[in-house]
Nanobody, 123 residues
Framework: QVQLVESGGGLVQAGGSLRLSCVASGRTFSIYVMGWFRQAPGKEREFVAATSRSGDTKYYADSVNGRFTVSRDNAKNTVYLQMNSLKPEDTAVYYC????????????????WGQGIQVTVSS
């Protein structure tokens, strides 16, 4: 079992930045692919970004590529999502997730989830 807890969300103006963190506890953090998803009101939960076990491989949704950066620190059992040039359409609850498959983008490919954290971008 892995427990995931997100932090760092909040309210920011368009064009601003936020950094989300997700701390893992339980099983060895470094064995998992770590991903970020988001869910806006009335919409499906969608893939945002993910990183391989080592952190060397990173992949992104087209909607955030070039603005968001995913990273991890295995010594701290933490994965990060740096979000720059935020837009109102980035407003959502953001979730971190742990899985075992590299390049996974579907919700059902991830085994463990955090409780989510709100990010609101005002125009």
């Amino acid at each position: 079992q892995v427990q995931l807890v997100e932090s760092g969300g909040g309210l920011v103006q368009a064009g601003g930045s936020l950094r989300l963190s997700c701390v893992a506890s339980g099983r060895t953090f470094s064995i998992y692919v770590m991903g970020w998803f988001r869910q806006a009101p009335g919409k499906e939960r969608e893939f945002v970004a993910a990183t391989s076990r080592s952190g060397d491989t990173k992949y992104y949704a087209d909607s955030v590529n070039g603005r968001f950066t995913v990273s991890r620190d295995n010594a701290k059992n933490t994965v990060y999502l740096q979000m720059n040039s935020l837009k109102p359409e980035d407003t959502a609850v953001y979730y971190c997730a742990a899985g075992s498959r590299l390049y996974a983008r579907r919700k059902d490919e991830y085994d463990y989830w955090g409780q989510g954290i709100q990010v609101t971008v005002s125009s």
